[in-house]
C-alpha cells in the first residue's frame, strides 16, 4: 500500500524547535521530489519548502529561510523538515508530499499526499 505518513508535530513554545518527518510506504522516496506544505486556520495552503529527487536543490518559503531544513534520509525511506525558532505564524497543520518529477507550488498536484500533522507554536 502507498502511503506517507507525518509524525513529530506537537505543542512548542514560540523559538523552540521541532523536527517533522514524512515517511514512505509502498515506494521509494529518494526517487520522488518532495514538498511540505502547510495550512493555518483561515489561511491558503502554502509550500514552505521542498527538495529535488537528487536532494542536490532546495526550495524555502522566504518567511522559514533560516530556520527551517528539509533532508533525506534514504536508508530510512524519510524526508525531514527541521525547524528552529519557531514562531506564533508558523502554526498549521503540516502535509509532505512526494512527486515523480518537480517540486510543484499545489499540494494536489503532487503524485502522493499525506494526512499532515498540527504543530502548535505558543506564546
Known amino acids: 500500500q502507498v502511503q506517507l505518513v507525518e509524525s513529530g508535530g506537537g505543542l512548542v513554545q514560540s523559538g523552540g524547535s521541532l523536527r517533522l518527518s514524512c515517511v514512505a510506504s509502498?515506494?521509494?522516496?529518494?526517487?520522488?521530489?518532495i514538498g511540505w506544505f502547510r495550512q493555518a486556520p483561515g489561511k491558503e495552503r502554502e509550500l514552505v519548502a521542498g527538495?529535488?529527487?537528487?536532494?542536490?536543490?532546495?526550495y524555502y518559503k522566504d518567511s522559514v529561510k533560516g530556520r527551517f531544513t528539509i533532508s533525506r534520509d534514504s536508508a530510512k525511506n524519510t524526508v525531514y523538515l527541521q525547524m528552529i525558532n519557531l514562531k506564533l505564524e508558523d502554526t498549521a497543520v503540516y502535509y509532505c508530499?512526494?512527486?515523480?518529477?518537480?517540486?510543484?507550488?499545489?499540494?494536489?498536484?503532487?503524485?502522493?499526499r499525506g494526512q499532515g500533522t498540527q504543530v502548535t507554536v505558543s506564546s
Open positions: 508530499a512526494a512527486d515523480r518529477s518537480l517540486v510543484r507550488l499545489g499540494l494536489y498536484e503532487y503524485d502522493y
Open positions: 509502498g515506494f521509494t522516496l529518494e526517487y520522488y521530489a
Open positions: 527538495i529535488s529527487s537528487a536532494g542536490g536543490s532546495t
